[in-house]
Protein backbone atom coordinates (compact mmCIF):
# COMPACT_ATOMS: atom_id res chain seq x y z
CA UNK A 1 0.00 0.00 0.00
CA UNK A 2 0.97 3.70 -0.45
CA UNK A 3 3.52 4.98 2.19
CA UNK A 4 3.87 8.47 3.48
CA UNK A 5 7.30 8.63 5.65
CA UNK A 6 8.00 11.32 7.80
CA UNK A 7 11.34 12.10 9.13
CA UNK A 8 13.00 12.33 11.73
CA UNK A 9 10.63 10.73 13.97
CA UNK A 10 12.08 12.02 16.91
CA UNK A 11 14.26 15.76 17.45
CA UNK A 12 15.47 17.18 20.73
CA UNK A 13 16.57 21.37 20.14
CA UNK A 14 17.39 23.79 21.94
CA UNK A 15 14.91 26.76 22.95
CA UNK A 16 15.17 29.81 19.98
CA UNK A 17 16.36 27.18 17.07
CA UNK A 18 14.69 25.71 14.22
CA UNK A 19 13.41 22.21 13.14
CA UNK A 20 12.50 21.38 10.08
CA UNK A 21 10.12 17.86 9.60
CA UNK A 22 9.85 16.06 6.47
CA UNK A 23 6.50 14.40 4.65
CA UNK A 24 7.17 12.54 1.64
CA UNK A 25 4.70 10.69 0.18
CA UNK A 26 6.77 7.40 -1.07
CA UNK A 27 4.97 5.82 -4.41
CA UNK A 28 2.24 8.60 -5.06
CA UNK A 29 1.77 11.96 -5.70
CA UNK A 30 0.11 13.82 -3.35
CA UNK A 31 -1.52 17.76 -4.10
CA UNK A 32 -2.41 18.07 -0.99
CA UNK A 33 -0.53 17.02 2.75
CA UNK A 34 -1.92 18.27 5.76
CA UNK A 35 0.30 19.04 9.24
CA UNK A 36 -1.42 17.85 12.85
CA UNK A 37 -0.22 18.97 16.25
CA UNK A 38 -1.18 16.43 18.87
CA UNK A 39 -0.90 16.37 22.42
CA UNK A 40 -1.08 13.40 24.90
CA UNK A 41 -4.86 11.82 25.14
CA UNK A 42 -6.07 14.04 22.99
CA UNK A 43 -7.58 14.31 19.62
CA UNK A 44 -5.57 15.74 16.63
CA UNK A 45 -4.87 19.29 15.85
CA UNK A 46 -5.05 20.22 12.06
CA UNK A 47 -2.53 23.27 11.75
CA UNK A 48 -2.20 23.66 8.58
CA UNK A 49 -3.47 22.38 4.35
CA UNK A 50 -0.31 21.97 2.45
CA UNK A 51 -0.70 22.80 -1.41
CA UNK A 52 1.71 21.73 -3.48
CA UNK A 53 3.00 25.24 -5.77
CA UNK A 54 0.88 27.66 -3.55
CA UNK A 55 0.84 29.01 0.08
CA UNK A 56 -0.06 26.77 2.72
CA UNK A 57 -3.53 27.29 4.00
CA UNK A 58 -3.40 27.67 8.53
CA UNK A 59 -5.77 27.87 10.69
CA UNK A 60 -7.54 29.51 13.02
CA UNK A 61 -4.70 30.43 15.74
CA UNK A 62 -1.95 28.47 14.24
CA UNK A 63 0.95 31.39 13.57
CA UNK A 64 2.11 30.74 9.70
CA UNK A 65 5.52 32.80 10.70
CA UNK A 66 6.16 30.40 13.20
CA UNK A 67 5.42 27.16 11.47
CA UNK A 68 6.55 27.30 7.70
CA UNK A 69 5.18 25.43 5.23
CA UNK A 70 6.27 24.68 2.56
CA UNK A 71 5.07 21.93 -0.57
CA UNK A 72 7.60 22.36 -2.93
CA UNK A 73 6.71 18.90 -4.89
CA UNK A 74 4.31 16.53 -5.44
CA UNK A 75 5.99 13.95 -2.90
CA UNK A 76 7.39 16.30 -0.48
CA UNK A 77 5.67 18.71 2.42
CA UNK A 78 8.37 20.21 5.01
CA UNK A 79 6.87 21.61 8.49
CA UNK A 80 10.07 24.03 9.73
CA UNK A 81 9.08 25.23 13.67
CA UNK A 82 11.08 28.30 13.72
CA UNK A 83 12.50 29.62 16.71
CA UNK A 84 11.29 26.25 19.10
CA UNK A 85 10.02 27.01 22.63
CA UNK A 86 9.42 24.32 25.22
CA UNK A 87 5.77 24.91 24.74
CA UNK A 88 6.03 23.61 21.08
CA UNK A 89 7.25 20.47 22.28
CA UNK A 90 4.54 17.65 20.82
CA UNK A 91 3.66 15.28 18.41
CA UNK A 92 3.68 16.53 15.13
CA UNK A 93 2.12 14.02 12.02
CA UNK A 94 1.21 14.51 8.30
CA UNK A 95 -1.35 13.14 6.02
CA UNK A 96 -1.57 13.05 2.47
CA UNK A 97 -4.37 12.17 0.09
CA UNK A 98 -3.95 9.75 -3.18
CA UNK A 99 -6.52 10.66 -5.68
CA UNK A 100 -6.38 7.17 -7.57
CA UNK A 101 -7.17 4.58 -8.18
CA UNK A 102 -9.27 5.13 -5.09
CA UNK A 103 -9.19 8.49 -2.87
CA UNK A 104 -7.32 7.10 0.18
CA UNK A 105 -5.51 9.68 3.07
CA UNK A 106 -2.42 7.81 4.51
CA UNK A 107 -0.44 9.14 7.56
CA UNK A 108 3.11 9.19 8.58
CA UNK A 109 4.59 8.07 11.56
CA UNK A 110 4.94 11.34 13.18
CA UNK A 111 7.51 13.37 14.95
CA UNK A 112 8.21 13.79 18.61
CA UNK A 113 9.43 17.42 19.22
CA UNK A 114 11.20 18.05 22.49
CA UNK A 115 11.99 21.59 23.23
CA UNK A 116 15.06 22.23 26.11
CA UNK B 1 4.36 -4.44 12.20
CA UNK B 2 0.43 -3.05 12.33
CA UNK B 3 -0.63 -2.17 15.38
CA UNK B 4 -3.57 -1.04 14.46
CA UNK B 5 -6.01 -2.90 12.11
CA UNK B 6 -8.99 -2.23 10.72
CA UNK B 7 -9.38 -5.13 8.00
CA UNK B 8 -12.72 -3.77 6.38
CA UNK B 9 -11.43 -1.49 3.75
CA UNK B 10 -14.68 -0.57 2.84
CA UNK B 11 -18.39 -0.94 3.74
CA UNK B 12 -21.75 -0.51 2.34
CA UNK B 13 -24.53 0.05 4.35
CA UNK B 14 -28.69 1.00 3.68
CA UNK B 15 -29.89 4.35 4.83
CA UNK B 16 -31.52 4.11 8.26
CA UNK B 17 -29.75 1.18 9.18
CA UNK B 18 -26.90 0.43 11.51
CA UNK B 19 -22.87 0.81 10.31
CA UNK B 20 -20.61 -1.25 12.38
CA UNK B 21 -16.88 -0.48 12.03
CA UNK B 22 -14.61 -2.47 13.44
CA UNK B 23 -10.80 -2.18 14.62
CA UNK B 24 -8.12 -4.51 16.37
CA UNK B 25 -4.77 -2.96 18.37
CA UNK B 26 -2.14 -5.66 19.32
CA UNK B 27 -0.21 -2.87 22.12
CA UNK B 28 -2.01 -4.11 25.03
CA UNK B 29 -0.11 -0.41 26.37
CA UNK B 30 -3.17 2.09 24.21
CA UNK B 31 -5.10 3.15 26.75
CA UNK B 32 -7.22 6.05 24.71
CA UNK B 33 -8.98 5.49 21.70
CA UNK B 34 -10.19 7.62 18.87
CA UNK B 35 -12.55 7.69 16.11
CA UNK B 36 -11.85 9.90 13.05
CA UNK B 37 -13.67 10.97 9.78
CA UNK B 38 -12.16 11.70 6.85
CA UNK B 39 -13.70 13.53 3.21
CA UNK B 40 -11.82 13.28 0.47
CA UNK B 41 -9.63 16.45 0.29
CA UNK B 42 -9.92 16.79 3.48
CA UNK B 43 -8.35 16.72 7.19
CA UNK B 44 -9.81 14.15 9.25
CA UNK B 45 -12.30 15.72 11.80
CA UNK B 46 -12.57 13.83 15.35
CA UNK B 47 -15.77 12.12 16.12
CA UNK B 48 -16.06 10.50 18.94
CA UNK B 49 -12.82 9.05 21.53
CA UNK B 50 -12.72 6.17 24.41
CA UNK B 51 -10.96 5.84 27.83
CA UNK B 52 -9.52 1.97 28.45
CA UNK B 53 -11.38 2.35 31.70
CA UNK B 54 -14.37 2.41 30.24
CA UNK B 55 -16.26 -0.28 27.56
CA UNK B 56 -18.49 2.46 26.11
CA UNK B 57 -19.09 5.65 24.55
CA UNK B 58 -21.71 7.07 23.03
CA UNK B 59 -21.96 10.74 21.61
CA UNK B 60 -25.81 11.21 19.49
CA UNK B 61 -25.84 8.68 16.90
CA UNK B 62 -22.10 6.88 17.51
CA UNK B 63 -21.22 5.01 20.05
CA UNK B 64 -17.70 3.50 20.32
CA UNK B 65 -17.47 0.34 22.45
CA UNK B 66 -14.30 -1.28 23.49
CA UNK B 67 -13.46 -4.71 24.55
CA UNK B 68 -10.08 -4.47 26.43
CA UNK B 69 -9.72 -8.07 26.72
CA UNK B 70 -10.21 -8.81 22.84
CA UNK B 71 -8.13 -5.74 21.72
CA UNK B 72 -10.95 -4.68 19.95
CA UNK B 73 -13.27 -1.28 19.71
CA UNK B 74 -16.16 -0.61 16.89
CA UNK B 75 -18.01 2.42 16.02
CA UNK B 76 -21.68 2.27 15.90
CA UNK B 77 -23.64 5.01 13.48
CA UNK B 78 -27.19 4.49 14.37
CA UNK B 79 -29.01 5.14 11.89
CA UNK B 80 -26.76 5.87 8.97
CA UNK B 81 -27.29 8.49 6.99
CA UNK B 82 -26.09 9.55 3.40
CA UNK B 83 -23.85 12.32 4.52
CA UNK B 84 -21.81 9.48 6.61
CA UNK B 85 -20.52 8.88 3.75
CA UNK B 86 -16.30 8.67 4.36
CA UNK B 87 -13.56 6.92 5.53
CA UNK B 88 -13.30 6.11 9.04
CA UNK B 89 -10.14 5.86 11.17
CA UNK B 90 -9.38 4.06 14.13
CA UNK B 91 -6.69 5.34 16.31
CA UNK B 92 -5.14 4.10 19.24
CA UNK B 93 -3.04 6.11 21.54
CA UNK B 94 -0.27 4.59 24.62
CA UNK B 95 0.20 8.51 25.58
CA UNK B 96 3.15 8.67 23.32
CA UNK B 97 1.68 9.30 20.07
CA UNK B 98 -1.61 8.26 17.81
CA UNK B 99 -1.18 4.83 15.60
CA UNK B 100 -3.73 5.16 13.16
CA UNK B 101 -5.43 1.98 11.32
CA UNK B 102 -5.48 2.26 7.14
CA UNK B 103 -9.30 3.13 7.64
CA UNK B 104 -12.71 2.12 6.38
CA UNK B 105 -14.03 3.58 3.80
CA UNK B 106 -18.30 3.79 4.53
CA UNK B 107 -20.94 4.09 1.73
CA UNK B 108 -24.40 5.06 3.44
CA UNK B 109 -26.54 4.21 0.16
CA UNK B 110 -30.10 6.29 0.28
Known amino acids: GAVVSQHPSRVICKSGTSVKIECRSLDFQATTMFWYRQFPKQSLMLMAT?????????EQGVEKDKFLINHASLTLSTLTVTSAHPEDSSFYIC????????????FGQGTRLTVV | DQQVKQNSPSLSVQEGRISILNCDYT??????FLWYKKYPAEGPTFLIS?????DKNEDGRFTVFLNKSAKHLSLHIVPSQPGDSAVYFCAASGGEKLVFGKGTKLTVNP
Open chain 1, 50 to 58: SNEGSKATY
Open chain 2, 27 to 32: NSMFDY
Open chain 2, 50 to 54: ISSIK
Open chain 1, 95 to 106: SADRDRPNTEAF
